[in-house]
T-cell receptor, first 116, second 109 residues
Framework: GAVVSQHPSRVICKSGTSVKIECRSL??????MFWYRQFPKKSLMLMAT?????????EQGVEKDKFLINHASLTLSTLTVTSAHPEDSSFYIC????????????FGPGTRLTVL | QKEVEQDPGPLSVPEGAIVSLNCTYS??????FMWYRQYSRKGPELLMY????GNKEDGRFTAQVDKSSKYISLFIRDSQPSDSATYLC?????????FGAGTRLTVKP
């Protein structure tokens, strides 16, 4: 149980385009999903917390107009990187929790974004 | 001082060795302590989950939490080459959750 998928697993795009990444909880309903960014050999950096049916809460320093998050259902959250630039190239990982306390998070496999 | 400190390694051990991975933290509000394993280019996978102080064992893995010292450990017995990965500690309390930087472990056959 507690499987989280992400799509696509890898994407290469040109600078200036927008990229959408989907995060799905496959066998449970996730009231809360998280979006992380991870640089090589670095830890996870929380970008935002997404609650179903409400606006995402962004961490300090994360541009909400650049990283659009939509959590339209209990099993799907999307992250859209708008007007992507090479510095946005990174590994993006989502996670979801099965209860309101969210002390356990189940992670997706990640999406490798490369912006040319 | 970072909220969570974890030695990034790399740590290299021979197959069969006992591995000790550690994290320290500063926020006394943390109550839940987790260890995640992350293979290269994959998402983290939850290994162990402990509430408050004490030990928890699962097969070859043992998690220890010492809240008085703000110190947590993960022990891997009879390490295998398949254990080669990055191990991330994580802890949460209230609405706050923090991850360590991860320790890269290599188990050599």
């Amino acid at each position: 149980g507690a499987v989280v998928s992400q799509h696509p697993s890898r994407v290469i795009c040109k600078s200036g385009t927008s990229v959408k990444i989907e995060c799905r909880s496959l066998d449970f309903q996730a009231t809360t999903m998280f979006w992380y960014r991870q640089f090589p050999k670095k830890s996870l950096m929380l970008m935002a917390t997404s609650n179903e049916g409400s606006k995402a809460t962004y961490e300090q320093g994360v541009e909400k107009d650049k990283f659009l998050i939509n959590h339209a259902s209990l099993t799907l959250s999307t992250l859209t990187v708008t007007s992507a630039h090479p510095e946005d190239s990174s590994f993006y990982i989502c996670s979801a929790c099965t209860s309101g306390s969210c002390h356990e998070q189940f992670f997706g496999p990640g999406t490798r974004l490369t912006v040319l | 001082q970072k909220e969570v400190e974890q030695d990034p390694g790399p740590l290299s051990v021979p197959e069969g060795a006992i591995v000790s991975l550690n994290c320290t933290y500063s926020n006394s509000a943390f109550q839940y302590f987790m260890w995640y394993r992350q293979y290269s280019r994959k998402g983290p996978e939850l290994l162990m989950y402990t509430y408050s102080s004490g030990n928890k064992e699962d097969g070859r893995f043992t998690a220890q939490v010492d809240k008085s010292s703000k110190y947590i450990s993960l022990f891997i017995r009879d390490s295998q080459p398949s254990d080669s990965a990055t191990y991330l500690c994580a802890m949460s309390g209230g609405n706050d959750m923090r991850f360590g930087a991860g320790t890269r472990l290599t188990v050599k056959p």
